[in-house]
């Protein structure tokens, strides 16, 4: 059971970028699933998830309209797109996954992490 993040980079201001995270040992559209993001020296956030119960997409306000959450089913695999890049994305993401009854992107009640993968943004 694992999750493994990759599509992280190096991109300049307005610049995008996708990230992936594909699942093996257990089936993403039967979990709450997102992204979080740890800068340097601040705690992790959440960016963005995709809510089992209801199929809804949450999203941090400093994010809304730039990025978008997704699956494919087929792939077992997560997305994020994001566009419009900022400094203020710069970050280590990660990707995880909960149980279904998870109706809240708070990275607390994820139980299923991958290893993280590198944003940098330059102004």
């Known amino acids: 059971v694992q999750l493994q993040a990759s599509g992280g980079g190096s991109v300049q201001t307005g610049g995008s970028l996708r990230l992936s995270c594909v699942a093996s040992?257990?089936?993403?559209?039967?979990?709450?699933i997102g992204w979080f993001r740890q800068a340097p020296g601040k705690k992790r956030e959440a960016v963005a998830c995709?809510?089992?119960?209801?199929?809804?997409?949450t999203y941090e306000d400093s994010v809304k309209g730039r990025f978008t959450i997704s699956r494919d089913d087929a792939k077992n695999t997560m997305y994020l797109q994001m566009n419009d890049l900022t400094p203020e994305d710069a970050a280590m993401y990660y990707c995880?996954?909960?149980?279904?009854?998870?109706?809240?992107?708070?990275?607390?009640?994820?139980?299923?992490w991958g290893q993280g993968t590198q944003v940098t943004v330059s102004s």
């Open positions: 040992g257990f089936n993403l559209d039967r979990s709450t």
């Open positions: 995880a996954a909960g149980s279904d009854i998870v109706v809240v992107c708070v990275d607390a009640f994820l139980n299923r």
């Open positions: 995709i809510i089992h119960k209801d199929g809804r997409a």
